[in-house]
């Protein structure tokens, strides 16, 4: 049995060869009564090693089988946000008033090192969003647009002030809804001019008395956190973004101006 | 992403188990490995782009898990022994053709680690070459070579078990309880 034929028979097994070397190999096996023999053994190994491992198996446990239906759920409302995710988050910034007030995700918990949970979020989101192609198909630019002039806006029981920014130093490229651990955010991405990306993740919090700009850094990303009343905001980008903190400092200003 | 979205994520899972099994050779250690796959996913469904092969994906968070857990070794050596006593007690070999059940489970789980993972996706679960490859991160050349040492060992260990010509005496084991190495075969 030389080396040549022999790889053809696994492929011959494993259905990897085309109609016209499946017909030929065929035509070798109908004259060579060895390698004959030999795929049936294989193929007869694969059938018990298939029952075997249906055998060892069993049926899932109730704990996986929860498991599953837990990252069915999950699978299905990612598919639901990136197809409605930008239009709903557009629809809210435009309309506004809408009473949103328990969608917006009441943040209470603290992260590790005493960086909050949704500074932490925002750095997961920034990755996400860097890491995908950002086709903004569902909004089209006059959507962009005038998402990019509505602010600031109401959200429903909480004023939400967005900053405004000169569009000539960040352009943004998606604004959606976004779960979280427990409730829903409101992202952007912006492009820098020099082409960095940044993400803002605005969500709404217990008011505490914290005028403070908060840098950090979190997943080897460069956050910047700040609280405007009853709503909390974090920007996120690259490490070596230099111009992370002004940008920041200039989405604080405007916050807190309007 | 389609409405059969549930059907193909069973499927996945089920398959996710089985090849669990290759890896710690341990049922219920299999079972924990799946269950924290599941877990991470969750999390990590953020992640995951529809476009993407669901499959592929969960295989990688499964390696990722496998490799990155600190009671590997533990579970490894827990899993060593108790190759036996699994396959024993799913498969009484108390009738010829369980026999022969019984003794390819076992050849199966003397093969190396690398040669069980092509034969379990390629064999028992029929991946495509292309995919396999992927979820291994191995090239497909290799993947082919493993295939076939794979399938050749394990009908010339089962071959030479059924014939009570094997001369080892010990069930395949070696002193310390733990499979004999892999016998060459030419």
Known sequence: ?258 | MTFSLRSQLSDHVRTLRRYAMTLVRNRDDAEDLVQETLVRAIAGARTYRPEANLRSWLFGILHNVHVSDRRRDQVRTRAAASIEPLVHSDIAPNQPDQVELARTMEAFARLPEDQRRALMLVAVDGLSYQEAAGILGIPLGTLMSRLARGRESLRADVRGDLRGDRGRGDGGRGDDGRPAPLRVVK
Do not use: C
């Open chain 1, 1 to 258: 049995m030389n080396g040549e034929w022999q790889a053809d028979l696994h492929a011959y097994i494993d259905g990897e060869l085309d109609a016209e070397r499946r017909l030929a190999f065929e035509a070798f096996l109908a004259s060579n009564p060895a390698a004959a023999a030999r795929l049936h053994d294989y193929l007869h190994q694969r059938e018990i090693l298939r029952h075997g491992f249906a055998r060892m198996a069993g049926d899932p446990p109730r704990h996986t089988e929860s498991l599953t239906g837990r990252l069915y759920g999950r699978l299905r409302m990612e598919h639901v946000i990136r197809r409605f995710g930008p239009l709903a988050a557009a629809v809210l910034l435009l309309v506004g008033g809408a009473n949103i007030a328990a969608l917006v995700h009441h943040q209470q918990k603290t992260g590790a090192y005493g960086v909050p949970e949704f500074a932490e979020e925002a750095a997961e989101m920034h990755e996400n969003a860097v890491s995908q192609s950002l086709a903004f198909s569902d909004l089209s630019p006059a959507d962009l647009k005038a998402m990019a002039e509505g602010l600031p806006h109401r959200l429903g029981a909480i004023t939400v002030n967005l900053p405004a920014l000169d569009p000539n130093l960040l352009t943004l490229v998606r604004a959606t809804l976004v779960p979280l651990n427990s409730g829903v955010g409101l992202q952007f991405v912006y492009r820098e001019r020099d082409g960095e990306m940044l993400t803002l993740l605005v969500v709404a919090e217990e008011p505490i008395d914290d005028k403070g700009l908060h840098a950090v850094e979190e997943r080897g990303l460069q956050l910047v956190y700040w609280r405007n009343g009853a709503t909390a905001y974090t920007l996120a980008g690259s490490r070596s973004d230099g111009d992370l903190l002004v940008v920041a400092k200039k989405m604080a200003d405007s916050v807190r101006r309007s």
